[in-house]
């Protein structure tokens, strides 16, 4: 990932360092109020050559769903297979400090997502939404390659909507294989379930591959405790209730209730992490070890392992980062 808080000099060398040491993919994150996700793209897919570049995620309620077609499509005809692009409701607080916060936020992004896959495969679309509307709205040009259009959501409600409407999904960290296998399992049942009460079902094109992209906080060191010091400060808001999808399914869930419960503070929260919960919740320790956790995610269904830099040097941090890619994957 690049980091959201990235220093703007460092924005481009950081997106082709990336590519230097042999990442497949590097994803932008559009959180409030940082910088917005199709202005980053643009540049990182302009400043690189090779790379994929991911967008996770845009929130649906922040945008006109024809006018995002425009900015999506004009990136895929520029740079044709290289994009992949996540959608989301966004977080709810964030967007009630915009005024953003719709009073359906599945239907409102059934809505956006329907509209933005019909337009982007050369659909003319009339449709009118209880938050999109369309009247005979078409692309002028339509991409020779049309980017997967996946959904950024968390709860099984919203997974079983982006089975129905999208490519795939973004899941916001922290994943683990417990949490993936609930994902997909929701998913699926989207996939397989008659078109429901949300969207434009008329519209939908036929779904593609399904693409599972998941987030974790990342630190590798020769030294596990080194990484897992790193680690902690960016597990302090998993104990909030928008991450309770994540750690419901987990085998320690009610200790960590209680953990999070008769802390102070976030920080002592974090501080209070035992070692294998952090294990759990992060891809972390030694080049071998954090490898083995994407083989893990990868095996459970992760078609995109996404890492999150951790500690204050995030040039640093993608340096070594970069050494799981030199140990062999496990046979999965």
């Not at 966004?90 to 953003?100: L, V």
């Not at 503070?265 to 083995?292: C, K, M, N, Y």
Request: proline share 9%; hydrophobic share 50%.
């Amino acid at each position: 990932m690049l980091p959201r808080d990235l220093p703007a000099g460092q924005f481009v060398t950081y997106a082709r360092r990336a590519e230097e040491l042999g990442f497949e993919e590097i994803w932008v994150v559009e959180d409030c109020f940082f910088r917005g996700g199709i202005a980053q793209a643009a540049v990182v897919l302009a400043a690189t050559t090779n790379i994929v570049v991911g967008i996770g995620i845009l929130p649906a309620a922040a945008r006109n769903p024809g006018f995002a077609t425009l900015e999506i499509a004009t990136l895929a005809e520029l740079f044709p297979g290289r994009l992949q692009v996540g959608i989301g409701h966004g977080m709810p607080s964030w967007m009630r400090q915009t005024g953003s916060w719709p009073a359906s936020p599945l239907a409102m992004l059934a809505e956006n997502v329907d509209l933005i896959r019909a337009l982007m495969r050369g659909a003319s679309v009339t449709a009118a939404g209880r938050y999109a509307q369309a009247d005979s709205v078409a692309l002028a040009a339509v991409p020779s390659t049309v980017p997967p259009i996946l959904a950024g959501v968390r709860g099984p409600k919203s997974l079983e909507l982006a089975g129905a409407c999208a490519d795939g999904v973004v899941l916001a960290e922290p994943v683990t294989p417990e949490y993936l296998a609930a994902a997909i399992d929701a998913l699926d049942g989207g996939r397989d379930a008659p078109p429901g009460d949300f969207g434009f079902p008329g519209l939908r094109p036929p779904l593609g591959r399904r693409h599972v992209v998941a987030y974790n906080v990342a630190a590798v060191d020769e030294d596990p405790a080194v990484a897992r010091d790193l680690v902690r400060p960016a597990l302090e808001w998993i104990g909030d209730p928008d991450w309770a999808p994540h750690i419901r399914v987990l085998p320690f869930a009610e200790e960590f209730a209680a953990l999070r419960s008769d802390s102070a503070s976030r920080a002592d929260f974090a501080a209070a992490l035992p070692e294998h919960w952090i294990d759990q919740l992060a891809v972390v320790g030694t080049a071998a070890a954090a490898r083995r956790r994407i083989d893990e995610l990868h095996a459970a269904g992760a078609t995109s392992v996404v890492l999150i830099p951790a500690g204050p040097d995030p040039v640093n941090a993608l340096e070594s980062l970069a050494a799981v890619l030199s140990v062999r994957p496990a046979a999965v």
